[in-house]
């Protein structure tokens, strides 16, 4: 979502459509949002932050 170049909203949704099909064939239950719907969601985890900075050459 950093880069300047993305993919096709379809194929965006299609990737997430067969990770979701992936994820339920190996017992997870899986829920989707609106496609392009944000959430704000606050994570905190002990430990030093693992971040990684995003740089396009």
Sequence with gaps: HLSLSKADPEVTKLIFNNAEKRLEN??????????????????KAPGKSLARVFKEF
Aim: charged share 15%.
């Design 26 to 43: 190996t017992g997870y239950k899986t829920w989707q949002t609106p496609f392009g719907y944000f959430l704000d969601l606050d994570l």
